[in-house]
């Protein structure tokens, strides 16, 4: 594959990976099964990486493994009425080029949705809500891969050995213990204040043992506010995918996490934007929000945006059409982190740690966290 027996691209993605790989210090590489690439929203890659991945496409890129994509940077279902389509034509030319080289265009940041990983299985995943999931919550073992990595990596079915592939590195070294007083839906808070507290991967205790949104929302968090892949979770990491080698203790309280929590705006006027859906909803997390639309709705302060993978616009389009007919903005294959919002709001009000982390950041607005309940029950005008 370097020497360009199989084409410039396979050549070229082979030799980013040789190149990384030497860096890091990797003695070989290593076959993956499932390959998610990152980094393909116009918004954010810009010109420069739509030629890009233009040539990969050209050049005869083939993906040789079972492979995903991460959100564009436009609303797939064109009915969302706060996303700016108005990169759609480049947006199309980078999915036509993805499609072309057999990548699946889900648009979504939840992979595992599509195909589940298996305990120690090798994977080469970007998005670093997802890769911390599978570490975290299916024992899989990838990197945080920049998205030319994963890209590299579905064109040639390698990655290089090092990181989180190799047992050594899978290692739990801070017991960290949940006060039982901090109650799920402010997990997206517990996630940011691990993020930035806890350097070393942390063996939780305390949480909850079932993969759902309260766990998703938490490790997406933990990534997006520190540099964490691997998160161990008590009675729901693989035992045998980790060790846990414990050099300090820590409680973290209530209290730790109140900086982050949802504050009522005290001026009426505000504009609001309730949104729920970072990491992208699941099926189960969408009928949750239906049901609370159902019992507090329609959405009558502010706006309220839902953001889905690109084929639940069809796939749960009962569901869809209901949650619109309550005043929800549903916009799908995309996310404001990834994407241009039509407009500014004051405060941002959301469940989603990772959301706090970037959209404070990104569109330099106010937010807070609330649970999903809190937050449907504000824009709906029955909060507060």
């Not at 590489?29 to 991945?53: N, P, Q, R, Y």
């Not at 949650?323 to 004051?346: E, N, Y």
């Amino acid at each position: 594959m370097l020497s360009g027996e199989y084409g410039w691209a396979v050549a070229k993605a082979m030799e980013i990976l040789v190149r990384v790989g030497e860096a890091v210090g990797a003695d070989s590489l290593i076959e993956v099964v499932h390959a998610h690439v990152a980094g393909v929203s116009f918004s954010t890659i810009g010109k420069h990486g739509l030629e890009l991945i233009g040539e990969f496409y050209k050049a005869g890129g083939r993906a040789r493994v079972f492979t995903t994509i991460n959100p564009g940077c436009i609303d797939y279902s064109g009915f969302s009425r706060l996303i700016d389509n108005a990169y759609e034509s480049e947006q199309r030319l980078i999915d036509a080029a993805l499609e072309g080289m057999g990548f699946r265009p889900v648009h979504t940041c939840v992979p595992y949705y599509y195909r589940p990983p298996s305990p120690g299985e090798h994977l080469a995943w970007s998005e670093s809500s997802a890769v911390i999931i599978a570490n975290s919550v299916y024992g899989a073992r990838t990197n945080r891969e920049g998205g030319l990595l994963a890209l590299a990596a579905s064109l040639t079915g390698y990655t290089y050995r090092a990181g989180l592939h190799l047992d050594e590195n899978r290692v739990a070294r801070v017991l960290l213990k949940i006060d039982p007083e901090i109650r799920p839906g402010y997990y997206g808070a517990l996630g940011l204040w691990i993020g930035e507290s806890i350097r070393k991967a942390p063996l939780v205790t305390g949480a909850p043992k079932t993969m759902d949104y309260v766990l998703r929302n938490m490790l997406a968090a933990a990534a997006a506010s520190g540099n964490h892949a691997l998160v161990a979770l008590e009675g729901v990491t693989p035992p045998r995918t980790f060790k846990a080698e414990i050099e300090e203790r820590v409680f973290v309280e209530k209290g730790d996490i109140e900086k982050y929590v949802f504050n009522p705006p005290k001026s009426t006027s505000s504009e609001i934007l309730g949104y729920l859906g970072c990491p992208h909803m699941l099926p189960e997390d969408l009928l949750y929000v239906v049901k609370l639309l159902r019992k507090y709705g329609p959405v009558k302060r502010g706006k309220l945006l839902l953001t889905v993978p690109r084929e639940f616009i069809t796939k749960y389009s009962a569901l869809v059409r209901e949650a619109a007919a309550l005043g929800a903005d549903i916009a799908a294959g995309t996310c404001p982190v990834v994407s241009t919002p039509r407009r500014k709001f004051d405060y941002i009000i959301t469940s989603s740690g990772k959301s706090y982390f970037y959209l404070s950041k990104i569109h330099r607005t106010r937010v807070g966290i609330a649970s999903d309940e809190e937050v449907v029950k504000y824009v709906c005008g029955v909060y507060g």
